[in-house]
């Protein structure tokens, strides 16, 4: 690991330093230190930004649970309030990495997160192409070990998923996200904060390395989840192992039922099959109506991946997505 | 803590510090001795030393104050720096648990973790938890229920045990297989360690 500055940020203007390329703010520091190790960033100073006063607060404020950035995700996962509003990014944080790594990390690093690609993750010099870490290099993956990449969204020059769970659960939740900037303060949908390739070409941007909507220097301070007096809500991970695993596909279910006990509402996020959490827009408004049971809901998931574009080694995300999404909403529709 | 400063009296800053024992260590009536004698030892370039930072921290009850360069993980200050070679350095990237340690009472990966950003916290390694003579009771209940075979991630595995109880989290065999996923075993005496961790949860309540 290179050598760098550490610098302890005390005011959030303090951390719009960062250009994240020389600056680059740290947290908890679970993901960045890696990184550092593997050469996938190799900044001049580090600004320590864990020590702001405030940004750990979780707080119900009139419609809205407010989620602070340096919020650990063990205490976003365990915090009561998520528990009772937001079960999903409750169940989503403690399905995410280990108790260790979930004391450190944070709810505002962990959806900047960079994708498991293990082509991405080689320490360099890379012995293959990645335009995510040498641009012009190409893509290792899209014609080679590609089970874990994306089936929506890819393009020839990336085909790189995101990996976040929390990711998901917050984009069914329709929260927002909370940045702060040189230029001031906003509020994006969850669903914007990150794009995929496909939409990073068509903008002209370079669709391997542009993976969200921040802006040079914007800090996530805060996440800001709607609380919907009936919404019931589930997250699903299928993973190869049963806990300290990423994804291979995940679903996050948010549902209300309507009187006759049939779906009145549904949103719906898949993690882990694009660079960004993919929201099932047209499935969710079919789903209405429908009691939520399998037989019921799975015919409708299933046609919304007819969009899916699988590489040679991924097709089993296919059905494994619409499986997922089939349990997301089942479980969530049990809930009380 | 069982290592009163006076018990075996005061490391000298002169001795050579590998060759010290994790005995003597832990009688050393402040370990920010050994880190300047290391740090002297070391004769480190100029740029080095104008790169390095202090940092005061408590390691297992004793004052440290660490002069290191931001990179240095928690896990290489514990264990190049201090000697402290209880945490292991397993895959050094997060993904194995043996570098575990508690700092301010929670469980976290010491890899990591920059030493820099220890400031006043208070960190507790395996070296700090029971003694020989009087065993902690997940020592001994890692003991009696057979919970390792080569040792290698078992400080790692007793520190995450003794957060995960303290944390709730050890009501059942489900619970704890959960909870304590984060400390892989390659012996795969996950049985054993499920039990021993139960049972010492059981005693504890």
Redesign the interface.
Known sequence: ??????IVAHGPDDAFAADGVNQMP?A???EL??W??LGIAAPAD?I?I?RLPGLDQIRRSGDRVSIGALATLNVVGEHELVHRHASVLSQACLAA?????R??ATLGGNVLQKTRCSYFRAETPLPWGCNKRVPGSGCAARDGNNERHAIFGWTDECVATQPSDPVVALSALEAQVEVVGRSGRRLLPMADLHVTQAEAKAAGRDPARTESRLATGELIVAYHVPVRARARSAYVKVRER???EYALVSAAAVIELDERSCIGRAAIALGSVAQKPWRLIEAEQRLVGLPPIREAVLPVLRSAMSSARPLAHNRYKVAMASGAAARAVVEAGERA | MNNSPDQNGPASATEDEIGLTRRLFLGASGVSVLAAAHAGAAAPSAQ?VA?R?NVQFRINGNSVSAHV???V?LLDYLRDRLHLTGAKKGC???AC?AC?VLVDG????S????T??CEGAEVATIEGIGTPEKLHPVQQSFIEHDAFQCGYCTPGQIL?AI??IE?G?AADAESV???????ICRCSAYPQITSAVLAAAKTRS
Request: aromatic share 6%; proline share 3%; hydrophobic share 30%.
């Open positions: 690991m290179r050598n760098f500055a550490y740290i908890g520091g679970t230190l890696n550092l190790r580090l320590d864990s990495a280990s108790p260790q790594i004391n450190r049963a806990s300290y | 080095e790169d930072r360069e931001p990179r993980t050094n990237e997060g648990g575990t929670k469980r976290v990966n890899c990591l973790m920059l820099v950003q995450s957060a995960c944390e989290h297989a959960e909870w304590m996923s984060g400390n």
